[in-house]
Nanobody, 115 residues
């Protein structure tokens, strides 16, 4: 069974930085894409950033130039470096992994940005 273990969330002041990590386990197949989604209270879950096994990336417009996604394919781990955080970045951040066209999700980690 695939498990995604997230870490790195917390409380930070506006303008600060956080780094989220997510390690996948329980699969012997290649992970096509890994990344992060987020869900703020009363809103739908939205894409933050995705990176493929080949290194192609896709970012939400709202985080471009502030967030950087990266991955370690050998360790099945994905990271997102979040800089210049804003109060509107406050949300639960979910790790995502696509394996054989099947989506898998972490349990989520809270990121709170105070103004």
């Amino acid at each position: 069974q695939v498990q995604l273990m997230e870490s790195g969330g917390g409380l930070v002041q506006a303008g600060g930085s956080l780094r989220l990590s997510c390690a996948a386990s329980g699969t012997r197949f290649s992970i096509t894409a890994m990344g992060w989604y987020r869900q703020a209270p009363g809103k739908q879950r939205e894409l933050v950033a995705i990176i493929t096994s080949g290194g192609n990336t896709n970012y939400a417009d709202s985080v471009k130039d502030r967030f950087t996604v990266s991955r370690d394919n050998a360790k099945n781990t994905v990271f997102v470096q979040m800089n210049s955080l804003k109060p509107e970045d406050t949300a639960v951040y979910y790790c995502y992994a696509q394996i054989l066209l099947v989506p898998h999700w972490g349990q989520g980690t809270q990121v709170t940005v105070s103004s």
